[in-house]
């Protein structure tokens, strides 16, 4: 049996839609490190390693819907969730939460700069405040993500990783040589020199 993605009247679906409400005049994500609603248990809910959202086991093949819950997602220690102003409920994510789907890059070394935009049109400016942190890739080779907000972070598809790495510089750094990426007066370690393996 399959479930359509339009949420069913009385669903928890249904009742984050309805309290997160479609204001289009409403710009950037709502406040919500600041909520602390009661926590209502686990939906059916999952974003999977490639992006894409489900819920009881279907894709929610409307964008406009996935980019809504998007907004409302937050990292708890302890686990994912979608807040509003009255609830609060734990979602599964398989990898990270969002995927960096596109990548411009202006300048070069410490003046560099590079920004991405995210499946759910996110724009993030890599640097301090966004930084980027690289992972072991479970068949070898990195994979890179970049911070967007709190503790949520994008994964940098395949085809980004390659021109990412082509960014990489070698840098001694407290007595350490390291092989990564400069954006904004920062320095991201991808590996130590002596590490250095096939990030292809």
């Given at each position: 049996?399959?479930?359509?993605?339009t949420?069913?009247?009385?669903?928890?679906l249904?009742?984050?839609?309805?309290?997160?409400?479609?204001?289009?005049?409403?710009?950037?994500p709502?406040?919500?490190?600041?909520?602390?609603?009661?926590?209502?248990?686990?939906?059916?809910?999952?974003?999977?390693?490639?992006?894409?959202?489900h819920?009881?086991?279907s894709?929610?093949?409307?964008p406009?819907l996935?980019?809504?819950?998007?907004?409302?997602?937050?990292?708890?220690?302890?686990?994912?969730?979608?807040v509003t102003?009255?609830?609060?409920?734990?979602?599964?994510?398989?990898?990270?939460?969002?995927?960096?789907?596109?990548?411009?890059?202006?300048?070069?070394?410490?003046?560099?700069?590079?920004?991405?935009?995210?499946?759910?049109?996110?724009?993030?400016?890599?640097?301090?405040?966004n930084?980027l942190?690289?992972?072991?890739?479970?068949?070898?080779g990195?994979?890179?993500?970049?911070k967007?907000?709190?503790?949520?972070?994008?994964?940098?598809?395949?085809?980004?990783?390659?021109?990412l790495?082509?960014?990489?510089?070698?840098?001694?750094?407290?007595?350490r040589?390291?092989?990564?990426?400069?954006?904004?007066?920062?320095?991201f370690?991808?590996a130590?020199?002596?590490?250095?393996?096939?990030?292809?």
């Amino acid at each position: 049996m399959t479930h359509s993605s339009t949420p069913t009247p009385g669903s928890a679906l249904a009742r984050l839609t309805q309290a997160l409400g479609s204001d289009p005049k409403r710009k950037g994500p709502p406040p919500v490190e600041r909520w602390n609603p009661p926590y209502c248990g686990e939906i059916d809910m999952r974003i999977a390693a490639d992006g894409s959202w489900h819920y009881m086991g279907s894709p929610i093949n409307r964008p406009a819907l996935v980019k809504l819950f998007s907004t409302v997602l937050r990292k708890d220690p302890e686990r994912y969730v979608l807040v509003t102003p009255v609830e609060r409920v734990g979602i599964a994510v398989e990898d990270a939460p969002f995927l960096a789907v596109e990548m411009a890059v202006e300048g070069e070394g410490d003046s560099r700069q590079i920004a991405f935009r995210t499946n759910v049109d996110d724009l993030v400016q890599a640097g301090p405040d966004n930084p980027l942190r690289f992972e072991e890739g479970e068949h070898g080779g990195v994979k890179p993500y970049v911070k967007v907000r709190g503790d949520l972070w994008a994964l940098v598809t395949r085809s980004l990783t390659l021109d990412l790495i082509a960014l990489a510089e070698e840098r001694q750094i407290e007595g350490r040589n390291l092989f990564g990426i400069a954006v904004k007066d920062a320095f991201f370690p991808i590996a130590s020199a002596a590490d250095l393996g096939d990030f292809s």
